[in-house]
């Protein structure tokens, strides 16, 4: 029996990392769409990266995809490429739009002209629910997104169930709620903490300069939620999942458990700054994973001061590396 194949959309990214890796442990053959550019960052891949294909392709180029598709045959499709940090999208709405909103179409309009039997993951966001309509969020709660980010994730879940509906095809959509790891990109509020601990802990900084304290958000790890990516797509029927922890913690939180498991008390060294913060920020975003734990039977395994640390350690370890300390 031949191998199952997987094609990812943002393989050198957090989350596109943690699914090549848990997908060759299901035994499968993985395909990386990556964009061509002079520097791409294989980082976070290196270490597997002998045992995936690699294929250029780019969200912006319907025929690119097409082409790929065509030549792999994927058996499975995980939509994970986008412009996803939140910030950003206000001063690069359109650019946010193209990638993160028409790129879905993109993807989903060349799997119906080539393969419509491919299975389809699109990887939707808890920024979609902004200004929350009930506390906590499940697959029925209203959208009402507050960022050019959050908007062009609706269009990409909505777009999603649209071709699921119009074509027959099965296509699911994950509303995942924050997520973090080591590899988490150092411009999210996680890493950025952890890291900046991990600096001024070795004696690299002396301050870290964030923004909103009081920001809640429902943070899990990476590692867990691919994993539920993967269950989606093994179901009989398709569907919208909503994955998350169920409980919401403060930046102010993430700052006492990062520099506390360091001996660090972080009012000694977190300086707030206004310029951190969002132009519109979201209400209490706290997920509401029972239907993921009914259905799927999925649950996840690293609580949130497990997680924090396991970034400090990470950081810690870089940091001594990277300065030979």
């Given at each position: 029996m031949s191998k199952k194949r997987a094609l990812?959309?943002?393989?050198?990214?957090?989350?596109?990392?943690?699914?090549?890796?848990?997908?060759?442990?299901q035994g499968y053959e993985v395909i990386g769409m990556v964009r061509r550019t002079s520097t791409i960052n294989f980082d976070r891949i290196h270490h597997i990266q002998d045992k995936i294909i690699i294929a250029?392709?780019?969200?912006?180029?319907?025929?690119?995809?097409?082409?790929?598709?065509?030549?792999?045959?994927?058996?499975?499709?995980?939509?994970l490429a986008a412009q996803s940090f939140v910030p950003t999208s206000w001063r690069q709405p359109v650019l946010t739009g193209e990638f993160t909103a028409l790129g879905v179409t993109r993807v989903l309009e060349a799997i119906r002209l080539v393969d419509p039997g491919i299975r389809f993951y699109q990887a939707s966001s808890s920024e979609?629910?902004?200004?929350?309509?009930?506390?906590?969020?499940?697959?029925?709660?209203?959208?009402?997104?507050?960022?050019?980010?959050?908007?062009?994730?609706?269009?990409?879940?909505?777009?999603?169930?649209?071709?699921?509906?119009?074509?027959?095809?099965f296509a699911v959509s994950g509303i995942l709620?924050?997520?973090?790891?080591?590899?988490?990109?150092?411009e999210f509020v996680s890493h950025k903490v952890t890291y900046g601990a991990a600096k001024i802990k070795l004696g690299l900084a002396k301050e870290l300069r964030l923004g909103n304290l009081d920001a809640k958000r429902d943070w899990g790890y990476a590692g867990d939620y691919v994993r539920a990516m993967w269950m989606m797509l093994q179901q009989p029927e398709p569907g919208n999942f909503v994955i998350a922890t169920g409980q919401t913690h403060s930046v102010r939180e993430l700052?006492?458990?990062?520099?506390?498991?360091?001996?660090?008390?972080?009012?000694?060294?977190?300086?707030t700054d206004p310029r951190f913060y969002r132009p519109a920020e979201v209400d209490r975003l706290v997920g509401d994973a029972s239907k993921a734990k009914r259905v799927l039977g999925w649950e996840p395994e690293v609580s949130f001061e497990e997680l924090i640390k396991m970034m400090v350690d990470a950081d810690i370890k870089a940091l001594r590396e990277e300065r030979r300390l």
């Open positions: 990812i959309t943002g393989v050198t990214g957090q989350d596109g990392s943690y699914l090549a890796e848990f997908l060759l442990e250029q392709g780019d969200l912006l180029d319907q025929s690119s995809i097409m082409d790929i598709i065509r030549e792999h045959h994927p058996h499975e499709v995980y939509n979609m629910f902004g200004k929350v309509r009930e506390v906590p969020q499940k697959e029925t709660t209203p959208f009402y997104p507050r960022s050019p980010y959050g908007v062009a994730k609706v269009y990409g879940h909505w777009i999603t169930i649209n071709y699921r509906e119009s074509y027959g095809i709620f924050n997520h973090e790891s080591p590899r988490r990109g150092l700052c006492e458990v990062a520099f506390g498991y360091l001996g660090l008390d972080y009012r000694d060294y977190v300086v």
